[in-house]
């Protein structure tokens, strides 16, 4: 008797989801509306305006390049653009939840007030999670 394995994909987890779409924006991140659309549209942020700064921006390229960078099979990623990611990284501030959500991509919280950098800590505990899971290797960028 021959039996045969199936393998059954497995759906990304909303963290990985989170990222792959963050690394994909791609020109679609251009601009402050661009960067206020994604983080609306992901519910990084709370509804309302938001003041986004050209430093938001800057922050938010450079956390995607930097991701993107280390996603990118086919290239030996760039140690600058992985440096410069590191520091925004290491200026977001999150904490442990005691308790999380069923909802929440990580157990790592935002512990900061500005709206866009609660959004890019986000995507930092997003980050954190695939990154423990070894989800991260199954991303593309």
């Known amino acids: 008797m021959t039996t045969t394995t199936t393998s059954t994909p497995t759906r990304p ?3 990985a989801e989170l990222i792959a779409d963050f ?33 938001d921006l800057d922050e938010a390229i450079t956390l995607r390049d930097g991701i993107r960078a280390l996603l990118d099979r086919e290239n030996a990623p760039d140690p600058e ?3 410069r ?8 501030r999150v904490t442990v ?13 935002p512990a900061v ?3 866009v950098r609660r959004g890019l ?6 980050w954190a ?7 991260w290797r199954r991303l593309r960028p």
């Open 81 to 83: 653009a992985l440096g």
């Open 85 to 92: 990611a590191q520091k925004v990284l290491d200026g977001l």
């Open 129 to 135: 999670a695939v990154l423990a899971t070894g989800e």
């Open 23 to 55: 690394v994909s924006t791609g020109g679609r991140l251009t601009d402050r509306a661009d960067l206020a659309r994604f983080l609306r549209e992901h519910r990084l942020v709370t509804e309302g305006a938001i003041p986004i700064t050209l430093a």
């Open 97 to 109: 939840r005691l308790e999380p959500s069923e909802e929440a991509e990580s157990p790592l919280a």
């Open 13 to 15: 987890s909303a963290a």
């Open 113 to 115: 007030v500005d709206e």
């Open 121 to 126: 800590a986000r995507v930092a505990g997003a």
